[in-house]
């Protein structure tokens, strides 16, 4: 009968509009809560169709989609490890206690912001429980390749707060000035000495003692010296012996002109194009740059001073981390009190062809699914992914202003619902004395 069909349909209405005061209600409590993806009610109507004689009211249906996919404003914060995501993508995590059980077969979870701070064990992980994952970098610093669609490689990120690290030296420059009257043929033949400290495979402080010993000729100049290195390590062990010849024409006075191997030379040979030589200290080769010839760079002879210009190295010696920042690509950064930095780990973003069909869980956090499709770790800033902001946190995605004027929309339409209702039951109340 088509007044109980209206019956139906105001009953319809009422449940429809319940379920949307209910997402309403959900959007407006965590109006607050960092990372928070509203919810959106969308109605359909429900038509039974019928060719002729009376109408059937179908009423209507009300279903609820999570817009995970939708993002809300970045705040700054004062914690290097609060993260978020600027643009397409998600953070890779994990609950903490599958990490605290030791589980192998982690499960992973998304989610577009987190405030993650070291626990007892290193891991970063938030008040909510979700420890961040990553990919780990090797000793030198590089990422693995690792594969792309699959959790596979991912870790949870580990900080060690008392690491010791340390550089070695692989490499210094040496930048002196080496008199030109000391070559002369009245010149008393006196060398030079320089020490360079360098720092060992394990951070010891070790020096390489450079002579040079000028070659004094019977008559006029000879503009030549004699280099030779040895190792603190192993003092009486020359690790190099050069004869250097420095240029005297007008052009490129001063400026070394050749370097030849000395007799027995245990040292690399001279390579013109890097005006580098290569000499094995007791942790490994070392190459040491002196300059190019016919370049005013390196060593130089002129006037009548020794006078070490520019002395150079790399390496440094063990140092404590101080701190821990992930930059927009994703890299964890651990920085040392003796200025070296290192990369530990990795942070990739997580993308899906439908962010909108993942299973919503607690604590802001999201699974794939078969509605969403199957997911890709990207690395951030590359492909469709953003990038990552560290000392920020996403802000709910709920617009308060909004969700109260559809709180008074639904509350009409119920009340409507509600009159449909009170309407038909005073139209069978009617019938109902007929009868009379």
Known sequence: MTISSSLN???AGLQANATRLASISDNIANSSTYGYKRVETDFHSMVISSHGGSYSAGGVRATTNRLIDQRGPLVSTSNATDLAVRGRGMLPVAQASDVDAGNTDTQMY????GSFRTDSEGYLRSESGLVLLGWPALPDGTIPVFPRDTIDGLEPVQINVNQFTGEPTTRMTL?????ATATEATAPGTSQQLSVEYYDNLGTSESISVTFAPTVPAIGTSNEWTM????????ATVIGEY?????????????????????GNPGGTYDPATGTVVVTVDGGPMEIDIGVTGQNSGLTQLSDSFAPVNISKDGSPVGNMTSVEVDANGFVHAFFDTGITRTIYQVPLVDLPNPNGMVALDHQTYQPSVESGSFFLWDASDGPTGDIVGFAREESA???AGELTMMIQTQRAYSSNAKVIQTV??????????KR
Request: hydrophobic fraction near 40%; glycine fraction near 8%; charged fraction near 15%.
């Open 110 to 113: 998304l989610t577009t912001t």
């Open 425 to 434: 039951d005073e139209m069978l109340q009617e019938t109902t004395n007929i």
């Open 228 to 235: 030779t290195l040895t190792d603190s390590v192993n003092p």
């Open 9 to 11: 349909a105001g009953v």
């Open 175 to 179: 930048g002196v000035n080496l008199p």
């Open 243 to 263: 004869i250097l010849t420095f240029d005297d024409s007008r052009s490129a006075g001063g400026t070394l002109a050749t370097v030849v191997d000395a007799a």
């Open 398 to 400: 709920t617009d308060v």
